[in-house]
Nanobody, 119 residues
Framework: QAQLVESGGGLVQAGGSLRLSCAAS????????MAWFRQPPGKEREFVAS????????DYVDSVKGRFTISRDNAKNTVYLQMNALKPEDTAVYYC????????????WGQGTQVTVSS
């Protein structure tokens, strides 16, 4: 059974940094594109960043470009989100998601980790 488990969330002051991790199990990790989404309080879930199977292609929502970096280690079945220069508007539950290369949609999701940025 495939499972994604996020970690690394917490409370940080504006301007600070956090590194989120997402450990995958029960799937062939190198066969999946991975992404981070977030859901701010009272808002819809939104795309944050994605990375292709070999890490050579990444994509970011405009609001995090230059501040966040997505990366992956296929040997460790883990995807990361390095978040720098955090802003209060980055406060959200952050979710890891995986997409089988054969399909169009993200079919696997983690349980989420809370990130709170204080001003």
């Amino acid at each position: 059974q495939a499972q994604l488990v996020e970690s690394g969330g917490g409370l940080v002051q504006a301007g600070g940094s956090l590194r989120l991790s997402c450990a995958a199990s029960g799937l062939t990790f190198s066969g999946y594109s991975m992404a981070w989404f977030r859901q701010p309080p009272g808002k819809e879930r939104e795309f944050v960043a994605s990375i292709n199977w070999n890490g050579r292609q990444t994509d970011y929502v405009d609001s995090v470009k230059g501040r966040f970096t997505i990366s992956r280690d296929n040997a460790k079945n883990t995807v990361y989100l390095q978040m720098n220069a955090l802003k209060p508007e980055d406060t959200a539950v952050y979710y890891c998601a995986g997409k089988d290369l054969r399909f169009a949609a993200y079919g696997y999701w983690g349980q989420g980790t809370q990130v709170t940025v204080s001003s």
